[in-house]
Nanobody, 124 residues
């Protein structure tokens, strides 16, 4: 059973940057998919970015060109570099991981492991 723990959230001004990190308690080699989701107040949890089996990445249209997801097998982390932040990016950000199929990775219920979340607030 893996544990995921996010860090790096906080308050940032519009146009600023943040780097979120998710520490994974098991070997990254036992995982084939990982992702970042977010949930704003009153809204459903939505996919931000993911790395799926084979190493390909994809992003929500709203963050393309601004956010970058990456993983570090040596450090056992899943990172999300966020730049040009907007107030609409304000949400709790969650990391997710698993050894799952590509189809499962399209569903929020398909992931094996979740972190507790970290708050990101974009405001002047």
């Amino acid at each position: 059973q893996a544990q995921l723990k996010e860090s790096g959230g906080g308050l940032v001004q519009p146009g600023g940057s943040l780097r979120l990190s998710c520490a994974v308690s098991i070997s990254m080699h036992s995982l084939n998919s990982m992702a970042w989701y977010r949930q704003a107040p009153g809204k459903q949890r939505e996919l931000v970015a993911r790395i799926i089996s084979g190493g390909s990445t994809d992003y929500a249209d709203s963050v393309k060109g601004r956010f970058t997801i990456s993983s570090d097998n040596d450090k056992s982390t899943i990172d999300l570099q966020m730049s040009s932040l907007k107030p609409d990016d304000t949400a709790i950000y969650y990391c997710a991981a698993g050894r799952i199929t590509t189809r499962q990775a399209t569903d929020v219920k398909g992931w094996n492991y979740w972190g507790q979340g970290t708050q990101v607030t974009v405001s002047s």
